[in-house]
């Protein structure tokens, strides 16, 4: 019964040793008498039992990296306090594992020293608006050596740039500044536009009233050109009627009256004058010869 039962251990010994069940995106590295042998892959693997062990097990899923904040020197001498994540993921198991003896912290130191590098080769400024250039040259810096510890660096984020205290009050002050100089410059630029605006819309409104001054001009003149076209249309119908009224039977004699009448008026007119000596005719054919030569006028400018 005892042999039964150190049998069944024994057997159970075996069975752990030799059967190994790998998670996914895992890899474990199987030394053989104390040598590397393989790498397992994810499922259900046989080893030899008390020959082959695992000695190592890596995990191939990318891995964030905290890099601990150091003091960086500028290339301006400025003093910068700079932290920075690292993503990197392992690619070979067995150089993870004979590579280096801690890959993570080589990794670490190395991403540590190639950052101070790269800051230092470039001004307080340009850390500000080169993060992007400098998380990609952090990354070829360290990649090229990570290969031979199997890892592979993926990408490397800063996450804080912290310069002194005085730096800071100095940079807000020049920020202040720069504001304050693009409001003035906004405000001369909006001054000048609206004098602008102004002495264009006074030239318009100047033009737009000359124009219309023109054209008041020009309708004037055509209406008073219409109003002397007009008269005269009806002067000439008026002295279209009475040529016509003229050749009627009996317009001889109403011209002679007409003609007597008008005589008789001036006559009148002249008497009624004070200041006018009226010389009257002594024979009052001379106002008969008158009225006849006024007659004959009248004829001729029938005939014509």
């Avoid at 009050?169 to 630029?189: D, G, N, Y």
């Avoid at 001054?213 to 007009?230: D, H, P, R, S, T």
């Amino acid at each position: 019964m005892e042999i039964a039962l150190i049998l069944i251990v024994i057997a159970g010994i075996f069975v752990v040793r030799a059967i190994k069940v790998v998670p996914q995106q895992n890899a474990w590295v199987v030394e053989r008498l104390g040598k590397y042998h393989s790498s397992l892959a994810p499922g259900l693997n046989f080893l030899v039992p008390f020959i082959d062990k695992v000695a190592y097990k890596h995990s191939l899923k990318e891995i964030p990296l905290d890099v601990p904040s150091q003091v960086c020197i500028t290339r301006d001498n400025t003093q910068l306090q700079v932290d920075g994540i690292l993503y990197f993921q392992v690619t070979d198991p067995m150089r993870a594992s004979y590579g280096s003896s801690n890959y993570i912290v080589a990794v670490t130191q190395l991403a540590q020293t190639s950052l101070r590098s790269v800051i230092g080769k470039l001004e307080l400024d340009k850390t500000f608006e080169e993060r992007d250039m400098i998380n990609a040259q952090v990354v070829s810096a360290i990649d090229e050596a990570a290969l031979n510890w199997g890892v592979k660096v993926l990408r490397y984020e800063i996450k804080d740039l912290t310069p002194p205290a005085e730096i800071l009050r100095a940079m807000q002050a020049q920020i202040t500044a720069e504001r304050e100089k693009r409001a003035l410059i906004a405000a001369s630029e909006g001054r000048r536009q609206e004098q602008i605006n102004i002495a264009t819309g006074e030239r318009e409104a100047f033009i737009a009233r000359s124009e219309g001054e023109k054209q008041a001009e020009i309708n004037n003149a055509q209406g008073e050109a219409a109003a002397i076209l007009a008269v005269a249309e009806a002067t000439a119908e008026a002295i279209r009627k009475v040529a016509e009224a003229i050749r009627q039977p009996g317009g001889q004699e109403a011209v002679q009256l007409k003609v007597a009448e008008k005589a008789v008026d001036a006559y009148g007119k002249v008497a009624a004058d004070a200041t006018t000596t009226l010389i009257v005719p002594s024979n009052m054919t001379e106002v008969s010869t008158l009225i006849t030569s006024a007659m004959k006028m009248v004829g001729a400018g029938k005939n014509a």
